[in-house]
């Protein structure tokens, strides 16, 4: 039977955020993806709201398609500092001159030129501590202390459900040591060392993403903050930078909708700090 093709309409994508997130904050995305638990419970909710029968790769396209427009955007944003914003279209204002020197750089800086991505919201929570940024990437190839056969590399360790290590020769000559003739079988080596990587990469990825992003994350937030009216300087914008150094006043804050909610809520919370 063929493969159902994904149409991700406007309906689709909206559910495939709110289901993503939620399969994030129930632990089920430990690295860069969801676990195979996380894509396991993804399917079924998403079939039984939308009755679309879609396999684990779709959904690892559609959610890598969302992090690389999540990525450009992040990118995007931090080049148009000391311009306008147009918080109703959520872009720049900037002239010809300057969107053409964007698009010169990135083509596909200028699919923000009308408007901002949809669910960015949601695409910072499920791609909040993954470093999508070119800079800033995570490769599981460059983790520190680990060492591979000479002349091999490691393949999507992170995405593989049967625990197995695809191990080729980076050369194209003939089957080498390093190279698996059938990539199915599993030996104890290979289990050894997926098992070695993937104890590092844990690790490694901790400490790398709360590190850097957390920087990120504080000034996404402060720049939303200015954007509900709480200028520099401000009572409101004060109390963010005391709320805001913890994760849940920042999930608290996302939740609402408008600019005036957001503002209504500082203040609130200011008038609270305040009494007590």
Known sequence: MAKEKAIWDAEATAIFCKLCVIEKEK???????LS?????????VFFRE??????????KNKWDSMKKEYT?????????????????ANTVVADDDWWKKMGEENKEFLAFR????????????MFENVLVTGESSFMPGTISGTVLPEGAELHNLEE?????????????????????ENPKKKNPVQRELKRMVDHMINEDASVASSKVTIVT?????????VMCGAKEGSDEHYIATKLFAKLENRAFF????TNEGKMNWLRRMYEDRRKN
């Open 114 to 125: 009308k408007r901002g991505p949809e669910h960015l919201d949601e695409m910072s929570r």
């Open 72 to 88: 450009n955007w992040m990118t995007f944003k931090n080049k148009t500092t000391g311009l306008g914003w147009n918080d109703e």
């Open 50 to 59: 939308t009755r679309r029968d879609y396999n684990k790769q779709q959904f």
């Open 254 to 257: 996302r939740t609402f909708k």
């Open 217 to 225: 994350e504080i000034e996404n937030i402060m720049e939303e903050v």
């Open 27 to 33: 632990g089920n995305r430990p690295l860069k993806f």
């Open 160 to 180: 593989d459900d049967d625990d197995e290590v695809h191990v080729t020769p980076s050369s194209r000559g003939k089957r080498g040591a390093g190279q698996l």
């Open 36 to 44: 195979p638990v996380g894509y396991k419970n993804l399917a079924q």
